[in-house]
């Protein structure tokens, strides 16, 4: 009788999580970035680029300290390169973020912030709460998102207070056509919809 296994890989290896090589040539590690709208224009970037790319989702994300204007960390959407259903734009670039100063929490006197292309769903909105950012920007808003067939999860107007109440700036519909213009292309080129009931067929 023959053995099928479920696993493609041996359970219990290490978990690696990566950037496509051209983030590094769109990013800036070394100068702040001036404004609301520079810190924006960067997450849609990174957003629209890894559409064009070919290298994930259509969801970027960039972490800035409030008082210095510099990066921290950025993200984008690697659930299908990697095979990951937890790596949104916003978990990998709290992940890269944390890591690269150490600790695991991104709190600071003087603040750090998360720009997001999309408001994320209920699980990065979770994650946004936990990763100790006291503010967040949002471009795209969710009904975005579900428009073209992704599934936000529970978030609701309270979920949004809840930040809010613990402290945590929100500010929602920055810059969103030009976000909506990368779920759009994504949508228009075919780009996978992977939600989680979406059944793996390879």
Known sequence: MT???????????????????WVQNLVHWDQPYADDQAKMALAIELSKQNVLQGTGGPFGTAIFDRATGLLLGVGVNRVVPHSNSTLHGETVAIMQAEQALGHFTLAAAGGRELFTSCEPCAMCLGAVLWSGVNRLVCAGVAADARAIGFDEGPVFTESYQY??????????????????????????????????????TD
């Open 3 to 21: 053995k099928y296994s479920l696993f493609k890989q041996a359970p219990g290896l290490p978990v690696t999580v990566t950037l496509p090589d």
């Open 163 to 200: 930040l809010e109440n613990a402290g945590i700036e929100v500010v929602r519909g920055f810059m969103q056509p030009e976000a909506k213009a990368v779920l759009d292309l994504y949508a228009s080129s075919g780009g996978r919809i992977y939600n989680g009931a979406d059944a793996a």
